[in-house]
């Protein structure tokens, strides 16, 4: 089963917005069987959607389209596949009731406007939007679906979750995907790839290898479409547990989760709680474990020490360290580990500090230099990473292995 | 002049990365007047790769495609662009020395597969990658180009940045691109449209307007495509003139800028400092203000204070106002602001308390629940906001509405 995604509107095309819709989209899709075998953007234009659509007709069952329904001109999607489907708008009291509450909740009065948002194609089945003013809307064409919804993400991912999947799987029978993944660390890709060469020229035409490097790790992704799950998960284990003899001191573990994920896992497993002092990462770190549910079992606080008062007055770092070896230097980052553990009574604290740019560089600490510490019951240390020359760079990578390294120190 | 975009890679397609890429490229096409007409997300596959190039190439003159560049067996990219445009392989000696060195420096063996790496289709042009060991290439057919790029982010936005923008800029004659967005406050997207309604009727047809709503205010964006920069610009001047004539008391400024930006300029303009203090942001209200160079000049510290012993004794909120009103209330959110001015002596504090989800909710505060503090020299206040009902979303509404406060605070 084969599914086409389309997100429309300018903002995607100048780059003035990040299409997140597309990756929600694909893994819901991909968790109920149904492979995404292309993700279009396009300008909120009629000849341009017509066509898109035809195209994403010709290859998928499933097309799902987001964007465009606003209630203002710059919307045009409701109109044009009412025209695609040869339908005609009806108004829908049930939407338009709704949506008169959701404006009445925020002292707006229904207007002109939100009325054409309660107009719907006669053939389509609306999909009730529940936080939203634009309604869902469901067509069928020749045993194919076309599925259209607002492109505010936490509408389209609520009609997504409560609407499209439960109907997906009642309208078609599908088959699973599977992907399950191995992380390695201490193995380059190009070297890695050598020594595991003759087991992945032994893999089953129906199983798929993908290499996925990251900062420290490399992701060893297999992937089976349409299959009978059971049997292809057996089969997968039964391959990664060959790898293990060859690669036997490279394997971090076997989740299909991101580094923050599985540091996440282990410290609510084991009951140890955490402290982040950041300087150059600048609450990103903090932010990867506050994004995850339950992360309030562990993380007693984060610190976003940006200046060196800060880095004295709140994590205890001596000002004679920061005027003696640099903010940017093993020492604070040490200390600031150090800091952030005795304030807050943690097991573990890490810390960042480095320079982001563009400016601040020298010869010696270059921009991109970034030192992390970590602070456990037995030691603290620091280690220093040159992290690239580009500062959302700068931030992510140094991110990156800030969370690395904890998740070895966890796993040491 | 018009361009597609085009990402490969399995990962993209079942939701296990964001493609970040597009928007890169998106941004860097439009400021240098090509309109992207849409970008193009398929698999490593051979077949849909050059389905999607013959399309790509019957559209557009530019067409820029990134990923599937690695040395793994999965990366299929080079090989079927060789084929595609009738060329075969060369060994390319700089090629090659520049990757020996650059896994030199991380001791890794320059082994079989990095040979190929070094390999080039005869016929292209090859794009230096200084920071990785994968080539650009950028290929030229029938008026048109197609340039191929790595898809690892930091390595493609240095090519885009150093190689492919200079030599588009050299190799075609460019009309300028024009965007500028208006902000507005205080008035819901339906109710803007219908009182600007007669302006927007009366813009001409070279000039599209867009609506993009975000917590506590609608952009209004004007783009002209393909035009005299000076002239439209002054048009669109003039457009914003009349228009500020009819909602004055709506507009809340001009720029094309996220508002953390407005409020990064705002603060290093008037020499005023920040501190943040979060619970359910978790970082991201300070990440989004040290994202932007030069951050250091205004924000003194960020407390990520999730615990209550965080907020009592980092903050100096007072346990028993955590245990008479809850860590979630006025008073809470008024005492972190408070605390976090008081303790780094800044200017302005914003802060954040809020129930995030999915537990942890109760009838008077459901999940969604939060409270926004704001301390000046002037006084002290907290806002209470409805931000949803998903994690993520809660955090990047209570995100946005954090800052739009302080904005406003800022422009009072």
Redesign the interface.
Known sequence: MKATIVTIG???????????N??????AL?ANGI??????????DRT?IIETLDRALAESQVVIITGGL?????DITKHTLCDYFGSTLRYDEVEAEHIRKM?EA?N??F????RGQAMVPESCTVLHNS?GTAPGMWFEQGGSVVISLPGV??EM??LIDDEVMPRLRERFTLRE?V?RTMITFGI????L??RIASW?EALPDYI??????APNMVRL?L?AYEVEGKEVCREIDALFDSLRTIIPDNIAGFEDASVEELVHNTLIERGKTLA?A?S????????K???Q?G??AY?????????N??KS??LGVKMSDITQYGAVSEQVAMAMAQGAKD???SDFAISTTGI????GGSEAKPVGTVWIGIATSNHCFAVRKNC??????I?ARATAYAIAMLHEELNR
């Open positions: 300018d903002e995607i095309l100048i780059g003035q917005i990040l299409d997140t597309s990756r929600y989209i694909s893994r991909n492979t995404v075998c292309e993700r279009t953007s396009i300008g909120d341009q606003g209630p203002t001109k710059d404006l925020r707006i009065a207007n002109e406007l939100n936080h993400p936490f991912q609520n995907i992907h380059a890709e190009s070297i790839a050598e992945e798929r290898l993908a290499y996925l490097p992704r992937s982040v950041e150059c990462t600048g609450g990103v770190i903090a932010s474990f506050t994004a549910a992360a309030s993380l007693l606080c984060g610190v976003v020490a940006y200046s008062e800060a007055k709140i304030i807050s009574g982001a740019g563009p400016t690239g020359t580009d500062r959302s760079q931030i």
